[in-house]
């Protein structure tokens, strides 16, 4: 696609085959401005070194069902939009599920795929997903997604996605006509608790009483726990974990989605950016969880092990996250897709956001029916959910349920 009109400006859209076909300071000007001064990136996701890592291991492209089509948008003064566009075969990896839609529609004789995707694959936390400079958000987000859509129709594809992406983003969405999706994740917030003893003083006795006894019985599984970022983490450590994460992927997808090859990459580019938490036994680590560092969050990725023992999950990725959390000042902790298990370890209902733009006028107009049933369901379930949270109620808390 090349040059149309919008704003009274020339803007070019251009659809990239592969993110190193931008210079990397150009996509990081837009997908993290807040780190020119050398800070962490907000969301370190979307960073041209994240990306690119998918790529260069062969994680995503060919034969991987994530073909990348990422979106630049340029006028007179260079590059002012991006977005990470694939175009996708099927519907794994996103953790947004339609494949009710896709059943559906090619039932009644359509074709769902290919379909275009606006996300970090495999990656369920919520970040800008029309990446700008500062002070072009309104203008980036229209020139992006008319790209996405233009590339859409001009090669009959069903559908355009943009998953997890900002509540501010998914205003701005449905403003321009595109369907809205409220899904729900657990999240733990930071009230400025200066440890977690004042973390744990503001829960039910019951669950106070119960996380602490999870945590010792994690710790007498008979061995060490290490929290490791940058260089403490070693190759050897990769070859450990890459083992905990080919038995999880095994189990909960079939086939792994990242490459080792990907770890290593991560390692050279990303290793300051990440928390390894390992358990070591014997002399050697049993189970592992990996997380990745943003600006004011934790994001809790990946965990596995080689050996069970009772508590160790919880101790390696919510308790060690929290804990990590508070020493460096973090303001959350997003523990990943589900889990209603989360809730009594002190994370709350978190709505997330996707936007969705569907061709054919009869399955957009059954997809919008849904979603706003879904949007009642979904709101009414996070404030159930949030009642019955592990915190300890206030008198006016108490007061409000007599009422």
Request: charged share 25%; with cysteine; hydrophobic share 35%.
């Amino acid at each position: 696609m090349r040059a149309r009109e919008l704003e009274a400006d020339q803007v070019e859209i251009e659809v990239l085959t592969s993110i190193d076909q931008i210079d990397e300071n150009q996509w990081q000007a837009c997908a993290c401005p807040e780190a020119a001064d050398g800070g962490r990136p907000e969301d370190p996701f979307t960073t041209y070194r994240f990306l690119a890592a998918l790529e260069d291991s062969g994680s995503v492209g060919p034969g991987s069902g994530w073909q990348p089509h990422h979106l630049v948008a340029r006028d007179e003064g260079g590059v002012f939009a991006v977005a990470p566009l694939y175009a996708k075969s099927h519907s794994q990896g996103e953790y947004i599920f339609d494949h009710g839609w896709a059943d559906g529609y090619e039932r009644a004789g359509g074709q769902y795929y290919p379909k275009l995707q606006i996300a970090v694959p495999f990656t369920p936390a919520t970040g800008r997903r029309f990446l700008t400079r500062p002070g072009q958000e309104t203008r980036g987000r229209a020139a992006l997604v008319e790209g996405a859509v233009r590339l859409a129709a001009q090669n009959a594809l069903s559908s355009v996605h943009i998953t997890f992406c900002t509540e501010a983003e998914a205003e701005a969405g449905r403003e321009m006509g595109l369907l809205h999706r409220v899904t729900q994740q657990f999240h733990w917030e930071n009230r400025a608790y200066p440890d977690f003893d004042a973390f744990l003083a503001t829960l039910s006795s019951r669950k106070r009483k119960n996380i602490r006894k999870e945590r010792a019985t994690a710790q007498d599984f008979g061995g060490s726990i290490r929290a490791l970022t940058g260089d403490e983490i070693r190759p050897e450590h990769w070859d450990a974990f890459w083992r905990f994460y080919q038995d999880t992927g095994a189990r909960k997808w079939g086939t792994p989605y990242l490459t080792r090859a990907c770890f290593d990459r991560l390692h050279e580019t990303m290793r300051d950016d990440m928390l390894l938490v390992l358990a070591e036994r014997d002399g050697r680590p049993v189970a592992g969880a990996l997380n990745f560092i943003g600006r004011s969050r934790l994001y809790g990725r990946y965990w596995g092990c080689i050996e069970d023992h009772p508590c160790l999950h919880f101790e390696l990725c919510y308790y060690r996250a929290i804990d990590f959390a508070i020493a460096q000042g973090l303001d959350t902790v997003e523990a990943g897709a589900q889990g209603m298990h989360k809730l009594s370890r002190g994370y709350l209902p978190t709505p997330t956001h996707s936007l969705h733009w569907i061709a054919d006028p009869g399955l957009r107009a059954a997809v919008d029916h849904f979603l706003r049933a879904e949007r009642e369901a979904v709101a009414e379930e996070i404030e159930v959910i949030t009642a019955y949270g592990p915190f300890r109620k206030t008198a006016k808390d108490q007061e409000e349920e007599q009422e």
